[in-house]
């Protein structure tokens, strides 16, 4: 049983361009966690996503960024014109169910972004 | 904001030795999960401790969850070079069961 397959695991983008990163969940899971680890910081969390609806997206900045989890196909974490600020691990993970229920998230290996 | 304060940030020990790590906050959780994370990769998750004063072992790992719990400990026994990682722990504050609030971590190594 695979787990949660993110890609690519590195990114190296230029200031201004757009960054796509993918999260395939674990076989059966139906909710996706983005979250941000900068530098020297703990994991952030950015958004909740149930297949074709944002459930949370608090953590998430207002401009630039935005997600996805489409009926088919992986959830994507699009980050538009993208800055030196945004170099950082960007982690997804995973969960059979969602709130309500003591679900373990199970998280992928990440996509480390550098921005240059 | 809740925050999740983890003591000390870094360790290194010798084979054999054993620690103790923190995890700190001032607020209430309704669980509290420990991770490691190895370079570069995910967090993989060790335990979920639910109940005040709970004790959770896991081979030579011993997990506690405080009483009030708003704080929790890892004990590790005899540790060895394996045990080298990043030990996070994250809580769910039980509003959302969902949003996950880590801390920094402890940065462990365990010299042969």
């Known amino acids: 049983n695979a787990g949660v397959m993110q890609n690519p695991r590195h990114l190296v983008r230029r200031r201004g361009q757009e960054a796509r990163l993918r999260c395939s969940p674990m076989?059966?899971?139906?909710?996706v966690y983005w979250y941000r680890q900068l530098p020297e910081e703990g994991l952030k969390f950015m958004v909740y996503?149930?297949?074709?609806?944002?459930?949370?997206e608090s953590g998430m900045p207002k401009e630039r960024f935005s997600a996805e989890f489409p009926k088919e196909g992986p959830s994507i974490l699009r980050i538009q014109q993208v800055v030196r600020g945004d170099s950082a691990a960007y982690f997804c993970?995973?969960?059979?169910?969602?709130?309500?229920?003591?679900?373990?998230?199970?998280f992928g290996p990440g996509t480390r972004l550098l921005v240059l | 904001t809740q925050l999740l304060e983890q003591s000390p940030q870094f360790l290194s020990i010798q084979e054999g030795e054993n620690l103790t790590v923190y995890c700190n906050s001032s607020?209430?959780?309704?669980?509290l999960q420990w991770y490691r994370q190895e370079p570069g990769e995910g967090p993989v998750l060790l335990v979920t401790v639910v109940t005040g004063g709970e004790v959770k072992k896991l081979k030579r790992l011993t997990f506690q969850f405080g009483d009030a719990r708003k704080d929790s400990s890892l004990h590790i026994t005899a540790a060895q070079p394996g045990d080298t990682g990043l030990y996070l722990c994250a809580g769910d504050s039980g509003g959302s069961n969902y949003k996950l609030t880590f801390g920094k971590g402890t940065l462990l190594t365990v010299n042969p």
């Open positions: 996503l149930q297949k074709e609806n944002i459930i949370d």
């Open positions: 076989k059966g899971h139906s909710h």
């Open positions: 607020s209430v959780f309704s669980s």
């Open positions: 993970a995973s969960s059979f169910s969602g709130p309500g229920r003591q679900e373990t998230q199970y």
